[in-house]
């Protein structure tokens, strides 16, 4: 079988620096993907790492560790709107993907 | 370019009824996947479909079930409704089923059973 483990919630005030760790097991792995789910809402894609090393999307940078089946989501300069649910996920063959728990992130004033 | 448009966006239905969802996947897209999302389970994948095939099957019953159509538009239905199967019904699309293509997820269908 596939899981992921992910913190529950992570509380940081505006212009911080959040990082959400994600580590999992599975078979057939493929990549590991972050998506950012608002109340209500559905999963929005933010990163997808295939190979390990760092992955830069504007203030949101992902990374992967194959070797320690181990990623992490780092959010920068966080705003207001950063507020939602984290997921990772792990891609398999056939576009399954297997997702963590979430991580809900609270952003401060 | 449209994304993934699911219909219908909210709807309510009885315990013993059927249900047929739908997804229009982003155009060029073959693959076609639902998840159900529940407080309690989380997120958790149904089944996947790839050029009318299905491909990828999860740990669901039979009560749960899909196709692809050649325009790789899909439909998933449930019979049979109990009250757990209320839950936020997501499609997901993608052009291929290679490592390293992504995986787009539609609004979803927000289901209540009473």
């Known amino acids: 079988g596939q899981s992921l483990e992910q913190p529950s919630e992570v509380t940081a005030v505006e212009g911080a620096i959040v990082q959400i760790n994600c580590t999992y097991q599975?078979?057939?792995?493929?990549?590991l993907s972050w998506y950012q789910q608002h109340d209500g809402g559905a999963p929005t894609f933010l990163s997808y790492?295939?190979?390990?090393g760092l992955e830069e999307t504007g203030r949101f940078s992902s990374f992967l560790s194959r070797s320690d089946s181990y990623g992490y989501l780092l959010l920068q300069e966080l705003q207001m709107k950063d507020s939602a649910s984290y997921f990772c996920?792990?891609?398999?063959?056939?576009?399954?993907?297997?997702f963590g728990g979430g991580t809900r992130v609270l952003v401060k004033p | 370019k449209a994304g993934v448009t699911q219909t219908p966006r909210y709807l309510i239905k009885t315990r013993g009824q059927q249900v047929t969802l739908s997804c229009s996947p982003i155009?060029?897209?073959?693959?076609v996947s639902w998840y159900q999302q529940t407080p309690g389970q989380g997120l958790q994948f149904l089944f996947e479909?790839?050029?009318?095939?299905?491909?990828n099957k999860g740990n669901f019953p039979g009560r749960f079930s899909g196709r692809q159509f050649s325009n790789s538009r899909s439909e998933m239905n449930v019979s049979t409704l109990e009250l757990g199967d209320s839950a936020l019904y997501l499609c997901?699309?993608?052009?291929?089923?290679?490592?390293?293509?992504?995986?787009?997820f539609g609004e979803g269908s927000w289901l209540t059973v009473v």
């Open positions: 997901a699309s993608s052009t291929d089923r290679g490592p390293g293509n992504t995986i787009y």
């Open positions: 996920a792990a891609k398999a063959a056939g576009n399954k993907l297997t």
């Open positions: 479909y790839f050029s009318e095939t299905q491909r």
């Open positions: 155009s060029g897209h073959r693959s």
């Open positions: 790492n295939a190979l390990d």
């Open positions: 599975t078979s057939g792995f493929y990549g």
